[in-house]
């Protein structure tokens, strides 16, 4: 199929009231997304892919910034709650309140450093 052709059916669909029909792709209410209330004031590195959560950035006056976490760090436990993954980090981050403390566990220049970290 041509782009004409493309365009051609394009604007054939919306020349009757201008708008395009609409087509859900996807189910919105994703049961595995984590519900969380909590952060910890930083940005991951998305393009990390070992174990952990690897910190891209830390932003001031935020848990993180607090509990003296750093650019590098791979946060690997949340309390009680092992990290391996983004997706293990945000299920932990949905198992804490705003103003508890619990311990956050990372790794930096290969060592593993434990702080203490409000929410």
Do not use: C, W
């Amino acid at each position: 199929m041509s782009i004409i052709h493309i365009i051609e059916n394009v604007l054939n669909l919306t020349s009757h009231d201008g708008k395009l029909p609409f087509t859900k792709t996807r189910d919105d209410n994703n049961e595995d997304a984590p519900k969380f209330k909590v952060t910890l004031g930083v940005i991951p590195d998305y393009a990390f892919d070992g174990e952990g959560m690897r910190i891209d950035g830390v932003t001031d006056g935020r848990p993180a910034s607090h509990a003296g976490l750093l650019p590098g760090d791979v946060v690997i436990q949340l309390g009680e709650n092992k990290v391996v993954d983004m997706m293990s980090y945000m299920k932990a981050l949905g198992k804490f309140n705003k103003g508890e403390t619990t311990k956050v566990k990372v790794l930096r220049n290969h060592q593993v450093i434990e702080k203490d970290i409000t929410f």
